[in-house]
């Protein structure tokens, strides 16, 4: 035992060096301890707290081919990450584990504290407290871990702690940092509803004011009648239409849209898309061009509808009365390739991948209205499909959308 | 007719309208009022919510459906795409999404009557340029013969049948291929559509007669 003490300084060259009977031990536990140094670079590889716990439990079983637990503390509690199938972890077990926490040493058997333990734990310990601990447990016949070789494990279980400590914090960041971003995103959507929503209501009420109070009823026109029947019909038509994005884009972000495949008749698509627009196409002409025999592709006729509908509105909406909008469909390779044309202003270069963002209407603001979602939900319901959509400038001026649909 | 939607709002801008239109207008706010209305009232036509407070659409459908045909027209919001079918296919006759415009509405309305009011399409059905003589089997576009293999014959018939009217896939299915197996048979379906399309549209991308209802089927347009 003395002997022993005296070893634990420089424990792997004492070991190696060593002239004594137990020679054959010591080059073993020696061996063993080598095994867990690359446990330091592989820790400092890994990025999460999966990564992290699967990289303890790999090099701690491998050294020791012992039962082995990893346990991380949860506010007061410790919670299990890992446990050996072979360990029956009991009561006895966490209470060990506990006391290691609190007594910032090792606790259990083979140590002054819960001598009679089956197992031993040896606490995580960091510069900002405990972060959980580390235990074996073996029955009195399995070869146990020498007591010289306690403070190796020691010495690894800090490293393991200043990872676990270094993934958690890791966590905490990407947490906050997705918590803000998505109070970012609120934020730009509350500014974008209230005024979306409030505009078009202002219409709305004002047109059926003027038309409700007689005083001023009585000294309306035939024309100007029409021309306040029409704006508030427009102005509910949008505020249905920025509802319907909201809708989807909640949906989508819920993953609850569900995605129906069936094999449809890519001119059909086409036809129903146009229909639903109704009201924009029948003053403006969109030229289609699709090759013969397209095949039947397998996808969700109501939801590729959809995107149609929202890159043709799009398209209407931000190019000159008048101008070319077209569709064209083909099969390129093993996809379906739906794209729609536009001769209007184009999206700066720089613009162009992220117009499929959230509220991102790129430079523009003002008259067209809009909340900037049409572009984002087209893609969720691409994706949703396994396909890719994209933008790109036209010569000289305009806008191209595709989307791709795989055909199986 | 008889309206069966819990929303005032609603009830109000329907009786305004249709009203307007010379129709004389029936209305419950609950789906247990609207059956029993029906057997006092005996309305031509009931336009049914399905989202009642008191009980599910579909069993307002399936109740009246027990003993009488009057035409049911479904009003639905955008995001009930299955009940929709559901309904039509429970029996209901036709839908319309939430919000519409009283235009499409009475367009349906009109439709529905007509269909009840001439039960039997005679023996030559006429849309514009086309005509179809049921009897002979035979169909004219531009009265010059148009070759339909037998299946597409079949399809075009059961629109006729049922002209203006939504049919779902599953009803076009199991009137044409009498059959059950729906994935197989909806392939079947579209590509007999698609082609009943070319040889009877100007142009099949935008189709005039035979329209696509997203998701739930296909209507057949008596004028065109």
New interface residues.
Partial sequence: MLWRIGVIGGFLSAALTDRTPSRRTNRAHASRIQRLYPLTRSLTLSHDMDEVVYTLERHFVEAFGLPLAILLSEGDQLAIRFCSPTLALDQSDFATALMAVQFGRRVGRGTADLPDSQSSFVPLSTWQGPVGAIGFKGNSDQQWIASGEWPVVENFANQAALAVLRARLGEQAQRAAALSHADKLQRALLNSISHNVRTPLASIIGALSALQENECAHTLNEWTRRELVDTARAE?ERL?HLL?NL?DMSRLDAGVLPVRL????V??V???A???LGGPTRQRSIQ?D?TRDLP?VQMD??LV?QVLVNLLDNALKYSPENSLVAIRAQVSGQELEISVLDDGEGIPERNLRSVFEKFNRGDRTGETGGIGLGLSICKGLVEAHNGRIWAQRRDPNGTTITFTIPCR | MLVIDDEPAIRRFLRASLGACGYELYEAATGRDGIQSVPMHHPDIVILDLGLPDMDGLDVIRSLREWTQTPILILSV??Q?SDKILALDAGADDYLTK?FGVGELVARIRAALRRIRTPETGAVFTAGDLEVDLARRMVLLNSRKVQLTPTEYDLLKVLIRHVDKVLTHRQLIREVWGGTCYEDE??LL??N??NL?RKLEAD????RRI??E??VGYRLRAES
Avoid: Y
Wanted: charged residues 25%.
């Fill in positions: 509910a249905n319907t809708l069936d094999p449809c008749d001119e059909d086409i036809g129903a146009l229909e639903q289609v699709t039947f006729f109501v509808v | 955008r995001e795409e919000p909806m392939h579209r590509v559509v698609s399309r099949s991308a935008r189709p329209l696509t997203p998701g």
